[in-house]
């Protein structure tokens, strides 16, 4: 039983423009939802996390969107660059600190 | 920034043998540590939960005796793949969760491709 699903196996985006990443969780327990993007061969780098007492959190190019009512996320990333190219971790938890649930990826591939 | 060094970065060793994977809390401490693994294209599959000074936590589906976790200090977690077999192959990850930060980092190794053959 997959609790965090990311539908789209893969994204491709022009550089300059903006990419949006989806994910869906099923466990209304989740209140902590991460985002990392991950490289080949390499552990995941933390990109942003959301509370659930937030609807959106910016950093940077990257904004994260959290729809309790929805049970759905997203990360938009603005403007896409060519070193965004990897793949992108949706991760949520019971509690922060508490143990990780990812979604399988989307591999996000931006085209100059 | 919090580091999380893992070694080896990549193994290859004989069936019916034991390998060990380290992961190491640079420049904090680390009470909890997790460990992951990834077979290709499909996500990060917790495997158990390490806590400092007790009994690591497994997950469903996962066998202790088989993958021994050890975190006896508060900067080391290991992994003891024991009696390895070809299905044990896959990419294996380990976490730290720092505690003295605002906003909870989970950061990782740079993870462990085991190939057992």
């Known amino acids: 039983d997959q609790q965090v699903k990311q539908n789209s196996p893969s994204l491709s985006v022009q550089e300059g423009r903006i990419s949006i990443l989806n994910c869906d969780y099923t466990?209304?327990?989740?209140?902590?939802f991460l985002w990392y993007k991950k490289y080949p061969a390499e552990g995941p780098t933390f990109l942003i996390s959301?509370?659930?007492?937030?609807d959106k959190n910016e950093d940077g190019r990257f904004t994260v969107f959290l729809n309790k009512s929805a049970k759905h996320l997203s990360l938009h990333i603005v403007p896409s660059q060519p070193g965004d190219s990897a793949v992108y971790f949706c991760?949520?938890?019971?509690?922060?600190?508490?143990?990780?649930?990812f979604g399988a990826g989307t591999i996000l591939r931006v085209k100059s | 920034g919090a580091v999380v060094s893992q070694h080896p970065s990549r193994v290859i060793c004989k069936s019916g043998t034991s390998v060990k994977i380290e992961c190491r809390s640079l420049?904090?401490?680390?009470?909890?540590m997790f460990w992951y693994r990834q077979f290709p294209k499909q996500s990060l599959m917790l495997m158990a939960t390490?806590?400092?000074?007790?009994?690591?936590?497994?997950e469903q589906g996962v066998e202790k005796d088989k993958f021994l976790i050890n975190h006896a200090s508060l900067t080391l977690s290991t992994l003891t793949v024991t009696s390895a077999h070809p299905e044990d192959s896959s990419f294996y990850i380990c976490?730290?969760?720092?505690?003295?930060?605002?906003?909870?980092?989970?950061?990782f190794g740079s993870g462990t491709r085991l190939t057992v053959v």
């Open positions: 466990n209304s327990m989740f209140d902590y």
């Open positions: 976490s730290a969760r720092e505690h003295n930060r605002d906003q909870f980092g989970y950061t």
């Open positions: 991760a949520a938890s019971e509690g922060r600190g508490n143990k990780l649930v």
């Open positions: 390490s806590n400092e000074g007790s009994k690591a936590t497994y």
């Open positions: 959301i509370s659930s007492i937030k």
């Open positions: 420049d904090f401490q680390a009470t909890t």
